[in-house]
């Protein structure tokens, strides 16, 4: 899960810069050499090859369940990847970085990285993984970190924006400031991998390798594989978004080694928190592991993005429970949204048979919701420009909640048996609502992209119209009288829950059944 929710986020970040109209290109992918890859494929009894291809081809699937729409997926098994990874070392190599020597430690297999004595946990074990780590006496070659030790600390010093949010970037800072130790960048025990250029007995370390991933995947197809011209097709990267426990990878070790090579470095390196289940950490000896393929499957797209990115403020850790995902998901994109839609169109039906009679604009004349919402959606924006990926959701759902405050309050089905200036009055409420959904569909695409699909084509619109829509595009004024809406359906089902009857005696609840989670009628995009 927590990949995918590093993957949520970053699709959610690309998505609102794609409405600024922005070029963006989003990269992610699979690193598929070291020693961990090799193991997991000999247990699978495949070899590392057909493992990788497996694994890849795995979150492709699933991003694609989630409505991810990256730009470039980069395996680190690609020749083109390899050949990059090369002429990197050559420079690294011609700026006297890289040099041989004996290395005895502590290691983690599942880290890839020696440990200090002093990080470990009890018993000599990794705090990330809780493993034992093992003793083990190399042969390789080493990358001079300390070189950069004072470079590092004017990066860190002069743009405090290089690693956010400003807790990691506190941690980061200690780890420099603590003195940097240069750091084997090749194996000697390991087979899977690329070669040591010039030393086809040793292989590149798996984090010396993987990190150019980012340069390599800027690669078009079939374009010759130069590091230069990848450097030129979009370096440096405005973002790295990652997971707290490779932070020390990427904004330490990246960094010096770009400088190594004289390439700049990324502008920014942000760590997320960890995700917990219950209140406990996942893992699979504890049998509570969370499958985002399994959420997806039952609960839809959208309802897993919703509730991660709004539920986990973003650079925290966060935490994941049945009840609560459904709690949310229900009162915010079945009640607030679903339910406001579907009724103002049923109203709109029975009323004025589906056809705006005013302009969105004519309709607000003198109405101050039109300011709040507005103003919202400035909110919103200036929260997503800053990564408050949460925040922002709290700001769409309160314009839903003012759209439903103002129906309530107007009560157009009451105005519409009046008559007269009255029934007016309520085409033109209708009309406020419907401009009000049309805005929070936009505004809310980085995060449900689906369900903004949904309710934009219900407004009459098409789902062309909907690809080309920009930020701009939420200024009031996009509904037209005339404007024809289609058949009011729900476009988020709530999720029901029912009691498990298998092991009841009788057909009836009792209070000790379990619940189990359903969602029904959806109607897909």
Not at 97 to 109: H, K, M, P, Q, S
Not at 325 to 353: S, Y
Request: a negative charge; proline letters at 4%; charged letters at 25%.
């Amino acid at each position: 899960m927590g990949s995918a929710y590093t993957t949520i986020a970053a699709d959610a970040i690309a998505r609102f810069q794609r409405l600024l109209d922005k070029r963006v290109v989003f990269i992610t992918g699979t690193d598929e050499h070291g020693e961990k890859i090799a193991t997991s494929a000999e247990a699978c009894g495949r070899n590392p090859k057909d493992h990788c291809d497996t694994i890849s081809n795995s979150y492709k699937m699933l991003w694609d369940d989630l409505d991810i729409e990256y730009d470039k997926f980069i395996r680190t098994t690609d020749p083109r990847h390899e050949a990059i990874v090369n002429d990197f070392y050559s420079r690294v190599l011609d700026s006297g970085d890289i040099y041989r020597a004996d290395y005895e430690g502590l290691y983690c297999v599942s880290c890839e990285e020696y440990k200090d004595e002093k990080e470990l946990a009890e018993n000599k074990c990794c705090p990330v993984h809780l493993k034992p780590c093992v003793p083990r006496k190399e042969d390789n070659y080493f990358f001079a970190l300390s070189k950069y030790q004072h470079q590092l600390e004017d990066l860190l010093t002069k743009n405090p924006n290089f690693v956010r949010p400003s807790h990691r970037l506190n941690e980061v800072q200690g780890w420099v400031k603590s003195g940097l130790r240069d750091f084997s960048i090749s194996r000697a025990s390991v087979e899977w991998g690329i070669p040591v250029p010039n030393d086809t007995k040793q292989t590149i370390y798996v984090w010396f390798d993987a990190l150019l991933g980012y340069i390599s995947a800027l690669l078009d197809d079939g374009e010759k594989a130069s590091l230069q011209q990848a450097v030129e097709r979009g370096w440096p990267a405005s973002l790295h978004l990652i997971g707290k426990d490779i932070l020390r990878f990427h904004a330490v070790y990246w960094p010096a080694m770009l400088m190594s090579a004289g390439i700049s470095v990324p502008d920014a390196v942000f760590g997320h928190g960890f995700l917990t289940k219950d209140g406990m950490k996942m893992g699979k000896s504890l049998g509570n592991t969370l499958e985002p393929k399994d959420l997806v499957n039952r609960f839809g797209a959208d309802a897993v993005r919703y509730f991660f990115l709004r539920e986990v403020e973003f650079g925290n850790d966060g935490d994941y429970s049945e009840e609560r995902f459904i709690n949310i998901v229900n009162a915010h994109l079945a009640n607030t949204i679903g339910n406001l839609l579907n009724r103002t169109l049923g109203l709109l039906k029975k009323n004025c048979k589906s056809t705006l009679a005013f302009d969105s604009i004519a309709a607000a004349d003198g109405i101050s919701l039109k300011d709040n919402i507005e103003n919202l959606v400035d909110k919103a924006k200036g929260q997503f420009e800053n990564l408050l990926l949460s925040s922002a959701c709290e700001t769409l759902m309160e314009i839903g909640n003012l759209g439903n405050l103002y129906i309530d309050e107007q009560a157009p089905w009451s105005c519409f048996k009046q008559g007269g200036e009255s029934a007016e009055k309520a085409a033109k409420d209708l009309v406020i609502i419907l401009e009000t959904m049309r805005i929070i569909a936009i505004a809310l695409s980085p995060i449900t992209p689906s369900l903004s699909l949904r309710i934009y084509t219900q407004l009459g619109f098409t789902e062309d119209q909907f690809r080309t829509l920009r930020w701009e595009d939420t200024k009031w004024g996009g509904l037209k009288a005339g404007q024809v809406m289609m058949e009011p359906k729900p476009v988020f089902a709530r999720i029901e829950t029912e009691t498990d009857e298998k092991d009841q005696p009788s057909s009836k609840a009792t209070k000790g059944g379990k619940k189990k989670a359903k969602s029904h009628g959806l109607v897909e995009a």
